[in-house]
């Protein structure tokens, strides 16, 4: 309806935001609701966006870094606004189940309520929202488990679930153009199939779990990654070394049971490769020498540490070399060699004595060497 020149809004609209804005409060500090006057236009309200007579986007609260957020519950009537594309509320203390009535919201692409207390199960109803990009439910107090609806979604982009409790397994995700999975920090368990997850990931995000089994053949599908992170969960299995080969800045995979040899293809290119904490064996590689922050340290390798890795720690290329807790058995580095300030090697309780005192992490312990004992058993 026009008068005057101006859009009137959508009377259904209009009656929907007067009861969201009942059920919600400025936490002190926070003046956002102010401007929420109905004897003017709910369209200059702030965190309405209206095309013609009809709402199409909400985003509750002020967006500006530190900004003390909104407290209350989201009213049903949020489904009432079918026109929404875009909802999002910025951190605050927003309690309360997510409604059911989102699920209304048929044109929804952008759903982002982060960093609040909204607690009770994700509603599997979700998975009517076709047109959906972006999921955005972390840091809050979720449980049950990740609804199988969702994983049909067609238009997924990015799944941020992290920060909850949510526990059962990760179901497969259909979407070809899905992005960006992070469900880290909840209590999920169970395996992954080789094909439950696309191609399409560029950030997986995983650690924090209970997650189980082993993930080679998965991990060399995804070839797009440019970042992973499965720390802290029971992964088993070998690492494949295609793996290294990915455009990857930064590579988690530290304290699983990831076991056996590591060999990459060529020369190793990721920033960060974290691989402590596991049950990998063998030699190390020398392709291995070309990382800056490399952590092998919490491992049952053996063998000699490669000259590669001596000359670019000289050249302080590598900034950090974490190989100890390992069955090392030597290094060939002159003992007065100057160790770069700007770099780090940590080689005790090997099977040698190492041949440079560093400092090491206090995690490491006191003891320099592993008891002969041990290392009579694995000499490799």
């Given amino acids: 309806m026009w008068i005057l020149g101006f859009a009137i809004l959508d009377p259904v609209d209009f009656l929907a935001l007067q009861s969201i804005r009942k059920s919600l409060h400025d936490l002190p500090g926070s003046n956002f609701l102010a401007s929420w006057d109905f004897t003017s236009d709910p369209c200059n309200f702030a965190g309405v966006y209206c095309e013609s007579d009809r709402v199409v986007a909400l985003n509750l609260g002020d967006p500006r870094a530190g900004s003390p957020g909104l407290t209350g519950r989201i009213d049903s009537a949020i489904g009432k606004l079918s026109a929404l594309v875009e909802l999002s509320i910025v951190p605050g203390r927003i309690y309360g189940s997510l409604p059911v009535s989102i699920s209304q919201l048929k044109g929804l692409r952008f759903l982002a309520i982060s960093r609040n207390f909204i607690s009770g199960n994700i509603p599997a109803t979700l998975g009517q929202l076709r047109s959906l990009k972006t999921l955005d439910l972390s840091y809050n107090q979720l449980t049950g488990g990740i609804p199988r609806s969702i994983e049909t979604l067609p238009e997924l982009t990015n799944v941020i679930l992290c920060h909850n409790h949510l526990s059962g397994t990760i179901p497969p995700f259909c979407s070809h153009v899905l992005t960006r999975l992070d469900l880290k920090h909840n209590a999920l368990s169970g395996s992954l199939t080789p094909n439950s997850l696309p191609a399409s990931l560029q950030s997986l995000s995983l650690s924090w779990n209970q997650l189980t089994g082993p993930v080679d053949k998965l991990l060399s599908r995804l070839n797009k990654l440019n970042y992973l992170d499965l720390s802290l969960n029971r992964f088993t299995g070998p690492i494949p070394g295609r793996l290294f080969s ?3 800045t930064n590579l988690q995979l530290e304290r699983n049971l990831f076991s056996g040899p590591v060999q990459p293809a060529y020369q190793v290119t990721i920033p960060t490769v974290d691989l402590s904490h596991n049950i990998l064996s063998g030699h190390i590689s020398p ?15 053996t063998g000699k540490v490669p000259a590669s890795f001596v000359d670019r720690l000289l050249s302080a290329s590598i900034r950090i ?18 160790i770069p300030l700007r770099s780090s090697i940590c080689l005790q309780y090997n099977c040698m004595v190492p041949p440079v005192q560093t400092a ?15 290392c009579n058993k694995r000499k490799g």
Avoid: D, W
């Fill in 246 to 248: 990915f455009t990857i």
């Fill in 287 to 301: 392709m291995f020498s070309t990382v800056q922050n490399l952590y092998l340290n919490n491992n049952q390798f």
């Fill in 360 to 374: 090491c992490p206090l995690k490491a312990g006191k003891e320099k060497t592993r008891p002969s004992s041990q």
């Fill in 321 to 338: 070399l974490y190989l100890q807790h390992n069955y090392l058995t030597g290094i060939e580095i002159n003992p007065t060699a100057e």
